[in-house]
């Protein structure tokens, strides 16, 4: 049994972790991901492709400092709707090459990802495993599908030292349906010199972007990607993201953004379930470049994953970012402003440990460790506490309220949306 290497990421000077992680619940959380690891398939809805969010939802309540009680709780409550893992295939029928993008091979990639991660040239070490395959092996196109799924998986691996999620990772990321190639494919990364634009300054240009209108309409089924990248957006975007300075911080900006400041004045907030993973994601962007032992092989990670925001947002209709709105009008709710506490955080995260959609749990923990890594001077810091209570407004009560799926982008849409 694989279990989490408690002292390497404890010690991780790239992760924060709030106080309550114990032995017991470091212990408790690695039982619970063997079990979802040997019992359960990668996606808990094989004919659609959704993704079984178990471990996610397991680690990011570890990283708050979830007792074994609610980490248990978690358990129970996503194990009720998990597939059971299909069988291996004959040694014959399984070709690691091949069998790419075919989710009934999840267990041969498996077995087959183990058995690598312990030969005599990764002797177990999952940062070199994950840096070979991404760039020497063509798995960046591969992690960078899926809204993002392997990328956030692997992500985990690296910041809790878990093998089995890095095993998952891969396997993950080798069956997946939803694929970025024809985006990525288009990206130079061997440039003579960066762009010198900010990731707002793209968002702006693309926003005015006559070429984009007729790459995603209304009707096309979402999230939306398929198509936009079948009408020849890859190139477009690309392009847009060759234009980039890359920075962590910048790209950890804008990926909140591109979520948090969707919404409308004098309207409640909503907020977009596509956009929501490049939230979700990006607290990972950081602890994956950081891992990287090539320089070059960074680079291409903030890049590839940069470009993959922007493909979400004009598939998503290039919502209006109103950020003097979000940052200075927007007026948190008295139930999640805690005025009486002296740490508005705290009431905030343990309320959001309870609710079911572990993506609330996620975008609050990927805004917590924003505050703690944005290098910007105060005055030029987002307001990571108002954004995640602003979050809490949206998707509280957990019985009334969700993630749009809607065009958030469409004045139509907003004139379905309840008056504040």
């Not at 989490?4 to 992680?21: A, M, V, W």
């Not at 498996?110 to 063509?138: A, P, S, V, W």
């Not at 899926?146 to 095993?167: P, T």
């Not at 200075?328 to 609710?355: F, G, M, R």
Request: net charge negative; aromatic share 10%; proline share 4%.
């Amino acid at each position: 049994m694989y279990t989490l290497s408690s002292n390497e990421f404890i010690k991780n000077p790239d992760i924060y972790l709030l106080p309550g992680i114990t032995p017991e619940t470091i212990e408790t959380c690695s039982h619970l991901l063997q079990q979802n690891h040997e019992n359960y398939h990668i996606f808990f809805n094989i004919q659609n492709g959704f993704h079984n969010h178990t471990t996610h939802n397991l680690l990011a309540a570890l990283g708050l400092g979830a007792s074994s009680h609610t980490l248990e709780h978690i358990y129970e409550k996503q194990k009720k709707i998990q597939q059971p893992i299909v069988p291996l295939h004959k040694k014959q029928d399984f070709d690691v090459n091949k069998c790419l993008g075919d989710d009934n091979y999840y267990h041969d990639y498996l077995e087959f990802f183990t058995k690598e991660l312990n030969n005599e040239k990764y002797q177990g070490k999952i940062e070199d495993l994950i840096e070979d395959y991404l760039f020497n092996k063509d798995y960046l196109v591969l992690i960078l599908g899926g809204a993002y799924h392997a990328f956030i998986h692997l992500g985990y691996a690296l910041e809790f030292q878990s093998k089995v999620m890095a095993i998952e990772g891969l396997a993950m990321a080798a069956i997946d349906r939803v694929s970025v190639k024809d985006l990525l494919e288009h990206l130079n990364y061997n440039q003579t010199r960066d762009g010198d634009k900010t990731a707002l300054d793209i968002i702006e240009l693309i926003v005015n972007d006559q070429r984009f209108d007729d790459k995603v309409l209304y009707t096309d089924e979402r999230p939306k990607t398929n198509k936009l990248l079948e009408r020849g957006g890859g190139p477009l975007i690309a392009e847009y993201a060759q234009m980039w300075k890359p920075d962590l911080d910048d790209a950890r900006r804008a990926s909140i953004l591109v979520n948090a400041a969707v919404i409308r004045p004098k309207k409640s907030p909503r907020l977009d379930f596509y956009l929501m993973h490049a939230t979700t994601s990006s607290l990972f962007l950081n602890i994956l470049v950081h891992s990287l032992k090539n320089k070059e092989n960074q680079l291409k990670l903030m890049r590839a994953k940069f470009a993959v925001d922007l493909l979400y947002y004009v598939a998503r209709g290039r919502p209006k970012l109103n950020l003097n709105y979000l940052c200075n009008e927007y007026q948190v709710s008295k139930e999640h402003s805690y005025s009486d506490a002296q740490n508005p955080w705290l009431p905030l995260i343990d309320k959001c440990l309870t609710h079911p959609d572990e993506h609330v749990l996620k975008t609050i923990r990927a805004l917590i460790y924003a505050e703690k890594f944005d290098s910007a001077q105060d005055k030029d810091k987002l307001p990571y506490l108002k954004i995640a209570q602003m979050i809490m407004d949206a998707l509280f009560p957990a019985d009334k309220k969700n993630w749009a799926h809607e065009d958030i982008s469409s004045d139509e849409y907003w004139k379905t949306v309840e008056d504040l």
